[in-house]
């Protein structure tokens, strides 16, 4: 028998807001990508700084859009840390590239500068850091080798609205970014994203190619490019306006119950916790820990569910999973530190709505299982 959950991996936090704002729309009469999506557009370029944002149905979309406008296509390489969702290296495999694997940092779980350098070749195009669990990745050294090499720098900032780099907002850094409005990331719409730039002629072309590769003129449209409809509807983008409104809130919300964490945790064995360079803000989109190498973490998390705790693994190493094993002959382990992560990361439940007692519960119950482990 299941045991219930009673502390979920997560939740959203929406309330009469996001009822109003969608209420509103449908009295509109006017559903599809409209004023709510223009206005959603219009609050994310105000945060992070970029002149162009353009909603789209997820972040899978929107990097998928982001490659399609970079013109990335079949015989080019594009470079992807290894422990991530498989999005971020299914968009490049759709475009008929090859996503080259990186190793990662145990540390920030983000990607190894120096294997990164190591994997360059004239076929590589672009660069996708990925920001993992809302910690922005080390982007000073990732924009010079791109600027070394001649190389697109589209960020996976799917995790990261809000978080900062040196001051800068994640996604506002490369050349583009992408966000996500999945219920698990710093504000969700049910399922969305978001694409934001500053470069002019690629703000035009993910425009154009975002519905149908249509340019709108004299009540009809030109079509000048087989594209997609990546829209976002204005029923969604109600909630994501209703969701950026209490941004601030969400975001001190989830450190907060991230510090109750960091001191729950403190000398606790057999774990690391994570940590924040002085360079960054942290969305804690999850807070993730690294368990000992002979932790068996399933256990764990299996122990954990019994006592009614929903936690979950950080996220994959794409190399040790059957497709990309498969289709680029990758051994599991041959990039060892995000096979690490693969094997011993452990997200615990975070959302703002958490109380001390439960991440107090939460962390007894994860002794007690480390314990036995
Ligand atoms: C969630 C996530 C995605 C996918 O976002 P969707 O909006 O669900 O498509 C991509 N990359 C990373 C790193 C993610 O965490």
Wanted: glycine share 8%; net charge negative; aromatic share 6%.
């Amino acid at each position: 028998m299941e045991t219930e959950t009673v502390i979920p991996l997560t939740r959203p936090q929406t309330d009469d807001a996001e009822l109003a704002e969608i209420a509103e729309v449908l009295a509109s009469g006017y559903l599809t990508q409209g004023p709510k999506v223009e206005q959603l557009e219009d609050m994310i370029r105000a945060l992070v700084g970029t002149e162009q944002a353009f909603a789209v149905t997820s972040a899978t979309t929107a990097l998928h859009l982001s490659l399609v406008a970079l013109d990335i296509g079949p015989g080019d390489e594009v470079l992807v840390p290894d422990f991530t969702f498989p999005a971020t290296a299914n968009v490049v495999v759709q475009q008929g590239a090859r996503p080259v694997l990186v190793d990662i940092d145990l540390d920030t779980f983000s990607v190894n500068h120096e294997d990164l350098a190591r994997r360059v070749t004239p076929r590589t195009r672009a660069i996708i850091p990925v920001h993992p669990f809302g910690l922005s990745a080390d982007m000073d050294p990732i924009l010079e080798g791109a600027k070394r090499h001649g190389l697109a720098v589209v960020e996976d900032a799917a995790c990261a609205l809000g978080a900062t780099y040196r001051g800068r907002q994640a996604g506002s850094i490369g050349q583009v970014g992408c966000f996500s409005f999945h219920p698990r990331k710093s504000i969700t719409t049910g399922e969305g994203g978001m694409i934001v730039t500053s470069d002019g002629a690629l703000a035009d072309r993910i425009r154009l190619l975002r519905s149908h590769g249509g340019i709108r003129e004299h009540g009809r449209f030109r079509f000048e490019a087989a594209g997609f409809n990546y829209r976002l509807s204005d029923i969604l983008a109600a909630v994501g306006v209703a969701q950026m409104r209490k941004l601030d809130g969400f975001l001190e919300a989830r450190r907060r119950v991230a510090g109750w964490y960091d001191a729950a945790l403190d000398g606790v064995e057999r774990l690391i916790r994570p940590s924040t360079p002085e360079w960054a803000t942290h969305t804690y989109q999850s807070y993730v820990v690294l368990l000992d190498a002979d932790v068996d973490r399933d256990g764990v998390i299996a122990a954990l569910r019994a006592d009614g705790i929903e936690t979950t693994l950080g996220t994959y190493a794409l190399h040790a999973q059957p497709f990309f094993s498969r289709t680029y002959e990758l051994q599991p382990g041959e990039l060892p530190n995000s096979y690490r992560a693969f094997r011993s990361s452990l997200a615990l439940p975070l959302h703002g709505g958490m109380r001390e007692a439960q991440v107090e519960t939460v962390v007894a119950r994860l002794r007690a299982a480390l314990d036995a482990a």
